[in-house]
């Protein structure tokens, strides 16, 4: 059993790493380091370090409405200043299909008291006040749905430097530029003991925690976790605003159409604009003349960022950024017009059930897995590490270390995302500068 004073080290220090870190100082740990392979932090490429995430209870997994309806709870504090703002969230894509994933999750919504205003047409969505007057909304043919007042956005690059220094507050110590390239483990008995970084200098610890997001499998190619762990870019695009412009849409809800996957958000404090696609996604394998990854003649699809392709690590494929203006076009028509800011390619590590995977390596007590965010994990920043902490305390309720165990078997799908075939990125398919403009 880990106890208080052991040596605890954390392998990123992103989303799961900080909220984890937080959690266990809150629980009388006093020995923790967090490594990032990032030369600086806040780490740029992390998923989590973004201009503004989702925060919502709608899901068709009650477990997660409820824990999300915790996280809004602590949103609200204090000690989270005005990162979180309560825009409410637009949910489309409902149908009369009582299973589909938007209806399951309107039951949850309900089940817990959310507050929410049904839609059942496009004429109800424009009609009922639920964009401010001035916003031009597109007809929306099709399309119903409801909306949900207990929700909005996190402004996701706030909260991860804030919790940062919260952490380094508190005597938590950070060590940037240390990429780990494999669990360094006792001859005896072979249980880990610490971690070895590309540089060759090396980290003692009583725990290996492993939050190393989307660079999780392709870190540890030995731990063979690519059946569990998929790295796969998820493309993103920014409109800027004129501070005029902005003021005009501020009031509008965060729109997430299930249907089509497309969502976007009111303008930030920059007057900027950011839309994405919930999908499947795209993998990529580096080439075998890129040394930038360790695993790459294993098959193992890694992150492709700023740091390892400079500027082209921003592109996204042409095709899905016609998509994006299409589906914007479909929202707000007059956004559409404009020309795109730039693009991300934003890397999640999915899981193939949507799961998150919290717990012990099976043959190794002495490593926690603390990842596969799949997506939907920075709105519930303030409690995630709560699951990690009660986890490495041996305290998880056994129907959740059942369902986030690393050796589970997956026998369903992410029903949240729009299509589940996963492509293959290639490079030749990437935006241009040319292509930002409408």
Same mark, same amino acid.
């Given at each position: 059993?880990? $106890? ?56 068709? #997994? ?25 825009? +409410?969230?637009?949910? /489309? ?53 409801? *909306?949900?007042? #207990? ?10 430097? *804030?919790? !940062? ?50 660079? !999780? ?16 870019? $998820? ?17 509008? @809800? ?43 003649? /294993? ?42 800011? +730039? ?10 059930? +949507? ?6 390596? @099976? ?34 309720? @056994? ?12 026998? #369903? ?5 729009? +299509? ?15 292509? /930002?403009? @409408?």
């Amino acid at each position: 059993m880990i $106890q208080p004073d052991d040596k605890i080290l954390i392998v990123g220090a992103g989303c799961f790493g900080l909220s984890t870190a937080s959690h266990l100082l809150n629980r009388g740990f006093s020995d923790i380091t967090i490594l990032d392979k990032a030369a600086s932090l806040p780490a740029a490429d992390a998923a989590s370090y973004d201009l503004n995430k989702i925060v919502r209870t709608s899901y068709d #997994d009650v477990f997660y409405t409820k824990l999300a309806q915790e996280a809004i709870a602590q949103w609200k504090t204090e000690e989270w200043g005005d990162t979180y703002h309560e825009c +409410g969230v637009l949910v /489309l894509g409902h149908s009369d299909d009582k299973h589909s994933y938007s209806s399951q999750s309107y039951v949850n919504d309900i089940s817990v008291g959310a507050r929410v205003a049904v839609v059942e047409n496009s004429t109800e969505i424009r009609n009922k006040g639920m964009f401010p007057d001035g916003v031009r909304v597109a007809s929306l043919q099709n399309t119903a749905g409801y *909306l949900n007042y #207990d929700g909005g956005w996190a402004n996701a690059a706030q909260g991860i430097e *804030l919790l !940062t220094s919260k952490i380094r507050a508190r005597g938590g110590k950070f060590v940037p530029g240390k990429e780990v390239c494999r669990l360094v483990r006792n001859a005896e008995d072979g249980r880990t003991r610490g971690v070895e970084c590309c540089d060759g200098s090396v980290f003692d610890a009583d725990l290996v925690i492993i939050a190393a997001g989307a660079w !999780t499998a392709s870190s540890f190619p030995q731990l063979q976790l690519k059946e569990k762990c998929l790295a796969t870019g $998820q493309s993103v695009a920014t409109i800027q605003l004129t501070a005029e412009e902005a003021q005009v849409y501020r009031r509008c @809800p965060v729109v997430l159409n299930f249907s089509t996957g497309f969502y976007v958000f009111p303008p930030n404090q920059d007057n900027v604009v950011k839309m994405a696609l919930h999908a499947a996604g795209y993998t990529y394998v580096p080439q075998q003349h890129d040394t930038s990854s360790p695993s790459n003649d /294993l098959g193992i699809s890694t992150p492709r960022t700023i740091s390892n392709a400079n500027e082209n690590g921003l592109r996204i494929p042409k095709v899905v950024l016609a998509q994006l203006r299409a589906h914007l076009r479909e929202v707000y028509p007059d956004l559409a017009e404009k020309p795109f800011l +730039g693009t991300r390619l934003c890397w999640y590590n999915d899981s193939p059930d +949507g799961d998150w995977v919290i717990g012990f390596l @099976p043959d190794d007590p002495a490593v926690m897995l603390a990842t596969a965010g799949s997506g939907h994990a920075y709105k519930f920043f303030p409690v995630i590490g709560k699951l990690v902490a009660d986890a490495i305390e041996g305290k998880l309720e @056994p129907l959740l270390a059942s369902k986030f165990a690393v050796d589970r078997r997956h026998s #369903d799908v992410d029903r949240s995302r729009y +299509g589940q075939t996963v492509e293959v990125l290639h490079l030749d398919s990437l935006c241009t500068p040319e292509d /930002l403009r @409408p």
